[in-house]
């Protein structure tokens, strides 16, 4: 019904995550209706973002330049290393001002069925980074998920070895978290990681 | 917390109707890690959009032609003229495969507050298209809202006068609606609208 030109701005817009065939036709219509501005700058900062992000060297984050503004801070301490799976997580972890190490982004996690193993997610630039720069501790911090628990044992098994102090996040009740509404296994894990008072 | 670029990125994706930062930060950072083909193939097409997309020359609708393809369709009855608020309100109706007119396209409805007048909404051009094509029966389908139903008298005080056929679409409880649920106002134009059987 559209002509082609919206048709494929209509199409091109579902590749967001969360957009299905009705925002997607909202978003073009008021893009082109509305705020044509606001379209040239979405366009413009595509190309560039494209054009010019990368990842960092050190710690596999995105960013358009060679060491990312976290491993290129000097005041940061360089013996303790967190491992996170995405650049979000990065952020989450840096918004509780609770960590003042470096990071490491898998950008993924161990998933065999998708062709995702070791070499995908750096691990052997984990390796290398913690001999050379004498990494003491490690935190691992990926998702409290089948596939992020997997790729914490992996990780551990490789940095054990090597004396480095490896701890995972605790998983447990959710602050301001009910009892009555907290699933099963989460009480579970929250039981089983009881601390000493 | 992200580079400039990624950044810029997050707050351009905001422009959308709907998405707020957390979507956005998650758009940006799905596109930058898993979809840079989607995410080239969105900053074309909004290029391209941008470029070309006009408005229909006759009806106002959005389209890279001077025609739209159903001001263009010579097998449309031009005697019959639908008027709608947004090019969304076309596919609607012409979904319903129970119009064989052409559409005017208001692109909006009076609002004084917002500056929109007769003009914005290229009342003019429907003054001269009416006495061009000699149209002879005019529905007015704008939306149900106080906005739509006083661009709508706004309409059809200047049409009447030139011997058009002008009808308003009807207003009543929509079809699977129980009346229960009905709100009173749609239960009074229901009412007032009820016909002979």
Redesign the interface.
């Known amino acids: 019904?559209?002509?082609?030109?919206?048709k494929?701005?209509i199409?091109?817009?579902r590749?967001?995550?969360?957009v299905g065939p009705k925002?997607a036709?909202?978003?073009?219509?008021?893009?082109?209706?509305r705020?044509?501005q606001?379209?040239?700058?979405?366009?413009?900062?595509?190309?560039?973002?494209?054009d010019?992000?990368g990842r960092c060297s050190q710690c596999r984050t995105?960013?358009?330049?060679t060491l990312?503004?976290i491993c290129a801070d000097e005041g940061r301490n360089n013996k303790r290393l967190c491992i996170v799976e995405?650049?979000?997580d990065?952020?989450a972890i840096?918004?509780t001002k609770q960590f003042d190490g470096l990071y490491f982004v898998l950008?993924g996690h161990l998933s065999p069925i998708d062709g995702i193993g070791p070499d995908e997610l750096g691990l052997d630039r984990l390796d290398a980074l913690s001999d050379h720069q004498g990494v003491e501790e490690v935190i691992i911090a990926t998702n409290s998920t089948v596939e992020g628990e997997a790729t914490c044992h992996y990780i551990a098994q490789i940095l054990k070895p090597k004396g480095i102090d490896v701890s995972r996040i605790a998983q447990g009740v959710p602050m301001g978290g009910e009892l009555e509404y907290v699933d099963g296994n989460t009480l579970a894990l929250a039981l089983e990681g009881r601390k000493k008072l």
């Open positions: 019904m559209f002509s082609p030109l919206i494929e701005l199409e091109s817009l590749c967001l995550p969360g925002s036709q909202k978003m073009a219509l008021y893009l082109l209706e705020d044509s606001g379209a040239d700058r979405l366009a413009e900062a595509l190309r560039h973002a494209l010019k992000v995105l960013t358009e330049d990312c503004h995405t650049p979000a990065v952020i840096e918004s950008m």
